[in-house]
């Protein structure tokens, strides 16, 4: 009998121990049930909902596309003529600073009763010669019209066919933070074998004098000009052959696949896919997807 009781007592406490043991398991698995449900409802709530990105849009309109050639030359005065005198022959003094003539008038007198008479409107200037050189005292009176400069460019042969009398020119210098309008005047009629280049002649508006002659300028000859309609730079994604960009309806974002063409300032025209007063994305064009929402931050100017 007392070996059947101890029997008894060590299978109770063997099942007290189980049960104790299931009781723990079951809890603990409730509670990791519990946690995950919790924990997954906090990260549901936290990134299932995402804000919408902000985003900058542009409205699609014409702009003026063209293709362009870039070259330099030196800035010539449209006429020029140079008076010799002997210094110690001028009758007074001799002002001739920032000074402006016109046509027919007196530029200065000399002692044995002439007068130098400017053929043309334009400014006076002088330049000393080199002493030994037709007299110590000699000094060259230059007469310049400045209201419109001439630059002649050498430009590749290859651009034989695009060259065309009245084609606009911008021009510029280091010296000035602006562009000058010109055009082209005459183009040579033949194509020089040394250099593989044609000359051309530019005629530049100089109404401001701020041009002077023996400028080194930079040329931009512009052709092919197109007005098309056409979209910022930064709308537009490039993958592989294909171009796109983000449009806006509605506050919601759809891609829209399009064909480009030329690009000048920052622009790229747009061919087809896209029409005139449509809205698309210029910038935050990353944070995007497509028929995502997106909020308007402000439009590009």
Not at 153 to 159: A, G, L, R
Not at 215 to 221: A, D, F, G, P, S
Request: net charge positive.
């Amino acid at each position: 009998m007392g070996r059947v009781r101890i029997r008894l007592k060590k299978n109770m406490k063997t099942s007290s121990k189980i049960k104790t043991f299931l009781i723990i398991f079951f809890i603990a698995i409730f509670a990791i049930i519990t946690a995950r449900h919790f924990i997954g409802l906090h990260f549901k709530k936290k990134f299932s909902v995402r804000p919408a990105p902000g985003v900058i849009v542009s409205t699609v309109e014409k702009s003026l596309f063209y293709k362009s050639i870039e070259t330099f030359g030196t800035a010539i005065a449209q006429s020029s003529k140079a008076y010799r005198v002997q210094a110690s022959n001028i009758n007074g003094k001799l002002n001739l600073e920032n000074r402006f003539v016109k046509k027919g008038e007196k530029i200065l007198t000399l002692k044995d009763g002439e007068s130098l008479i400017a053929d043309f409107a334009g400014k006076v200037g002088k330049r000393e010669i080199a002493q030994g050189v037709l007299g110590s005292e000699s000094l060259i009176i230059t007469l310049d019209d400045l209201k419109k400069i001439v630059i002649d460019i050498k430009v590749p042969e290859n651009y034989v066919g695009v060259l065309k009398t009245g084609l606009k020119a911008e021009v510029t210098s280091s010296a000035y933070k602006k562009v000058f309008k010109g055009k082209i005047e005459t183009i040579s009629s033949r194509i020089d074998p040394s250099t593989r280049s044609i000359l051309s002649r530019i005629i530049v508006d100089n109404s401001n004098f701020e041009i002077i002659p023996g400028q080194l300028m930079t040329v931009k000859i512009i052709y092919e000009e197109k007005n098309q309609i056409g979209v910022p730079e930064s709308a537009v994604t490039i993958q592989g052959n294909t171009a796109f960009v983000y449009t806006v309806n509605d506050n919601t974002a759809e891609k829209r696949n399009i064909e480009i063409g030329k690009r000048n300032f920052g622009k790229v025209s747009v061919i087809s896919g896209l029409n005139e007063g449509d809205i698309v994305i210029s910038e935050g064009v990353s944070k995007v997807r497509d028929k995502g929402k997106i909020k308007i931050i402000t439009s590009a100017k």
